[in-house]
């Protein structure tokens, strides 16, 4: 958002709501040097705002470190306030432009991954063509958190979250799968049973998957014992580390992709799920894009089926 220099229409007081974007797009981006280029000020400028602000309410807001700034405890609490602010400022606008655009405009996605992701994506896309999405990955922890700090408006993690601060709806239960390089011995076996994975070497993600989570408490229900051969930061690195023979892997059946190198295995008595759930902070289920998003989920949600 671009904002107006001018004294007139932006007051350059230490109390003026002017020093609080100063402070807030500090905040944000980390430095002073980045700061003052989206605001349009030079750097000194900006400094000495930050200056008077810190002095006119006799606070500590940043801690400097060379050229990087570190908000200090109060700064963090301050720009949780700032962050509602200017995102609603934000919003507002963005609504106003979108009667004048007919739905234009650019809305983030963050999710584990592109399987539960794409179909909605095409879906919106339909529906509103002239918008930008950008989609970005993580693990489901990371998702919640940029989430809750403005920096994506929906996402997409694999179990449900119990936060007043945000909206939570199940989207769909995905049953894990077992899946093994072509060469492996098992893959000979027409079914198998987890007692048949005892101390098969698997390639998991990291601790706090919620697929490895899942998977591991099956094993210990069942009383078997695996052994852990590679760690991977995604999903398509366990799937890669798979097909090089670097033992068994877990993945929710969207995930799972059919492969020459690899052999959905069918272990019968394997019954453990994820659930894919859409968040977006509750504050901002009205934001024009976010509710049309939301409104095609609900279009496109499975009911749970029975297990």
Same mark, same amino acid.
């Given at each position: 958002?671009?904002?107006?220099?001018?004294?007139?229409v932006? @007051?350059?007081? @230490?109390?003026?709501?002017?020093?609080?974007?100063?402070?807030?797009?500090?905040?944000?981006?980390?430095?002073?040097?980045?700061?003052?280029?989206?605001?349009?000020?030079?750097?000194?400028?900006?400094s000495?705002?930050?200056?008077k602000?810190?002095?006119?309410?006799?606070?500590?807001?940043?801690?400097?470190?060379? &050229?990087?700034?570190? /908000?200090?405890?109060?700064?963090?609490t301050?720009? !949780?306030? *700032?962050?509602?602010?200017?995102?609603? !400022?934000?919003?507002?606008?963005s609504?106003?432009?979108?009667?004048? +655009?007919?739905?234009s405009?650019?809305? *983030?996605?963050?999710?584990?991954? @592109?399987?539960?992701?794409?179909?909605?994506?095409?879906?919106? =896309?339909?529906?509103?063509p002239?918008?930008?999405?950008?989609?970005?990955?993580?693990?489901?922890?990371?998702?919640?958190?940029?989430?809750?700090?403005?920096?994506?408006?929906?996402g997409?993690p694999?179990?449900?979250?119990?936060?007043?601060?945000?909206?939570?709806?199940?989207?769909?239960?995905?049953?894990?799968?077992?899946?093994? @390089?072509?060469?492996h011995?098992?893959?000979?076996?027409? +079914?198998? *049973?987890?007692?048949?994975?005892?101390? !098969?070497?698997?390639?998991? &993600?990291?601790?706090? +998957?919620?697929?490895? =989570?899942?998977?591991?408490?099956?094993?210990?229900?069942?009383?078997?014992?695996?052994?852990?051969?590679?760690?991977?930061?995604?999903? !398509?690195?366990? &799937?890669?580390?798979?097909?090089?023979?670097?033992?068994?892997?877990?993945?929710?059946?969207?995930?799972?992709?059919?492969?020459?190198?690899l052999?959905?295995?069918?272990?019968?008595?394997?019954?453990?799920?994820?659930? $894919?759930?859409?968040?977006? /902070?509750?504050?901002?289920?009205?934001?024009?894009?976010?509710? *049309?998003?939301?409104?095609?989920?609900?279009e496109?949600?499975? $009911?749970?089926?029975?297990?």
């Amino acid at each position: 958002m671009s904002i107006s220099t001018d004294s007139a229409v932006a @007051p350059t007081g @230490p109390g003026s709501l002017w020093s609080l974007k100063v402070f807030d797009a500090t905040a944000r981006l980390g430095t002073l040097s980045a700061a003052a280029r989206e605001l349009g000020l030079r750097q000194p400028t900006l400094s000495s705002h930050l200056a008077k602000l810190e002095r006119h309410y006799g606070v500590e807001l940043f801690y400097r470190r060379g &050229r990087r700034l570190e /908000l200090t405890a109060f700064g963090n609490t301050l720009r !949780e306030s *700032t962050h509602r602010m200017f995102r609603a !400022e934000s919003d507002a606008l963005s609504m106003l432009a979108a009667v004048r +655009s007919q739905y234009s405009g650019r809305l *983030t996605v963050c999710a584990v991954g @592109p399987y539960n992701i794409t179909p909605i994506v095409r879906r919106f =896309r339909a529906l509103r063509p002239n918008v930008s999405i950008v989609v970005s990955v993580g693990d489901s922890k990371q998702i919640i958190e940029r989430v809750l700090d403005f920096q994506c408006d929906i996402g997409v993690p694999v179990h449900g979250i119990r936060d007043p601060r945000l909206h939570c709806a199940p989207y769909r239960k995905q049953r894990l799968v077992v899946f093994a @390089p072509a060469t492996h011995p098992l893959t000979k076996r027409s +079914s198998l *049973t987890l007692r048949d994975l005892k101390g !098969e070497e698997f390639v998991l &993600r990291e601790e706090g +998957s919620t697929t490895r =989570r899942e998977f591991e408490q099956a094993l210990r229900e069942a009383g078997v014992q695996t052994r852990l051969s590679v760690e991977m930061g995604s999903r !398509e690195a366990v &799937r890669e580390a798979v097909a090089q023979g670097l033992g068994l892997g877990v993945v929710a059946d969207a995930a799972y992709v059919p492969d020459a190198r690899l052999v959905r295995l069918n272990v019968t008595d394997f019954n453990a799920h994820t659930h $894919a759930h859409i968040v977006c /902070l509750a504050e901002r289920v009205q934001v024009p894009l976010i509710a *049309t998003f939301l409104a095609v989920v609900n279009e496109m949600r499975e $009911a749970p089926s029975k297990s």
